[in-house]
């Protein structure tokens, strides 16, 4: 049984869908300001997160960027906030999809066994894939990814996004493909949510983000995986 941390000051929202999540057999945890969402993070085993973005000791943004610091968890973001360049900055800071305010709560849900289906499922013909000369390195068994030697923190979707292009290498993708592979054929968001992904990846993997060695733009397409296998 999965268990939830539903984040939000407004009790009356949290006991929504806390309500909602129970139905369908979820365990939940709730917290109430961002200081208390990242102590649970640490100290408790959690397997989802539903965040929203205004809370009232610090910003949902910071509280993303604290908790991808410490786990991979999938975050959902709740937000108010419905300029693209918000919805950009919260997928930026490790969140992997969001619901704006107001929302159904049963959107919630489906968008939270959306994202659980993605991330669960990662596998891969091999358990480790090394390239170039092992400066990076995806270990499948353990969904963990190393660049230069140290251990990358990527987001969920991150590391579905890396691992959809690595077992393919060379092989150009279409955004629309990688939707379907990464987002899954639910996803109803922009196409262009692949590229902030993909910037993200390279700032985390590629030793020149400016010049990628990995995951490499094809011009009028989408991406291909470009290292080499060691």
């Known amino acids: 049984m999965k268990t939830i941390l539903v984040v939000d000051d407004e009790a009356k929202i949290r006991d929504v869908v806390v309500s909602y999540l129970k139905k369908e057999e979820f365990q939940t945890l709730e917290a109430a300001t961002g200081s208390d969402a990242i102590r649970i993070v640490q100290n408790q085993a959690i397997d989802f997160v539903i965040l929203d973005l205004m809370l009232p000791d610090m910003e949902g943004e910071r509280v993303c960027q604290s908790i991808r610091q410490i786990h991979s968890v999938p975050i959902l973001m709740l937000t108010a906030k419905v300029s693209e360049n918000n919805r950009i900055k919260g997928l930026s800071v490790g969140a992997d999809d969001y619901v704006t305010k107001p929302f159904d709560p049963r959107e919630v849900v489906a968008r939270v066994r959306a994202i659980l289906r993605r991330t669960d499922d990662h596998h891969l013909l091999a358990d480790r894939l090394a390239f170039n000369d092992e400066h990076l390195v995806i270990d499948s068994l353990k969904q963990h990814v190393y660049a230069g030697g140290q251990l990358v ?62 995951i490499v733009t094809v011009y009028g397409i989408g991406y291909r995986f470009a290292g080499g296998t060691t």
Do not use: C, M, W
């Open 153 to 214: 923190n990527l987001t969920p979707n991150e590391y579905k996004l890396l691992l959809a292009l690595a077992k393919y290498p060379q092989r150009h993708f279409t955004r629309e493909e990688l939707v379907e592979r990464v987002l899954g054929y639910d996803f109803d968001g922009d196409i262009r949510t692949i590229d902030q992904h993909v910037k993200n990846i390279r700032h985390k993997i590629e030793r020149d983000a400016k010049s990628p060695e990995y």
